[in-house]
């Protein structure tokens, strides 16, 4: 169901969709779903029209369109619950900011190992080249 609080959506198309995951990486509100070659499809609930997923996507299969949910006139209800909505978004964000973060910690404490591993074992043929 989408989400009544954006006035527009992003859609992708997934007939074209070749699962290169940068939309994902773009989202700032983890409203996209998918796995690397495999379609993406975007979460309407989650979804806030902010547009930044489009440009990233090398097949243009991206588009916004109008939601047709979101009301023309606007009670002081709505705008409550959009606020709501909103802030629930942010955190959204937050939280994916703090993994993402983590995961390129992760990627460099692994990297990092990897070449101490690589510097050791270039020393150890090195000695033993000597010592023959
Ligand atoms: S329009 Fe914004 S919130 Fe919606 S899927 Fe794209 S990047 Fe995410
Ligand atoms: S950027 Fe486009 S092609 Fe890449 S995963 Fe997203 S929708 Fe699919």
């Given at each position: 169901m989408?989400?009544p609080?954006?006035?527009?959506l992003?859609?992708?198309?997934?007939t074209?969709?070749?699962g290169c995951?940068?939309c994902?990486?773009a989202?700032p509100?983890?409203a996209?779903?998918?796995?690397s070659?495999?379609?993406h499809?975007?979460i309407?609930?989650?979804?806030?029209g902010c547009?930044l997923?489009?440009a990233?996507?090398?097949?243009d299969?991206?588009k916004?369109v109008?939601?047709n949910?979101?009301?023309?006139?606007?009670?002081?209800q709505f705008?409550?619950?959009?606020?709501d909505?909103l802030?629930?978004?942010?955190q959204?964000?937050?939280?994916?900011?703090i993994r993402t973060?983590?995961r390129?910690?992760?990627n460099?404490?692994?990297?990092?190992?990897?070449?101490?591993n690589?510097?050791d074992q270039?020393?150890?043929?090195k000695?033993?080249s000597?010592?023959s």
């Amino acid at each position: 169901m989408p989400s009544p609080y954006s006035r527009s959506l992003a859609v992708i198309d997934e007939t074209r969709c070749i699962g290169c995951t940068l939309c994902i990486k773009a989202c700032p509100f983890d409203a996209i779903l998918g796995c690397s070659q495999k379609l993406h499809s975007v979460i309407s609930a989650y979804c806030t029209g902010c547009n930044l997923c489009i440009a990233p996507c090398p097949v243009d299969c991206i588009k916004l369109v109008k939601n047709n949910h979101f009301p023309s006139e606007r009670t002081a209800q709505f705008e409550h619950a959009r606020k709501d909505f909103l802030l629930a978004c942010k955190q959204r964000a937050e939280i994916k900011a703090i993994r993402t973060q983590q995961r390129h910690a992760y990627n460099k404490q692994l990297m990092d190992t990897k070449k101490k591993n690589l510097a050791d074992q270039l020393q150890q043929l090195k000695k033993k080249s000597f010592d023959s």
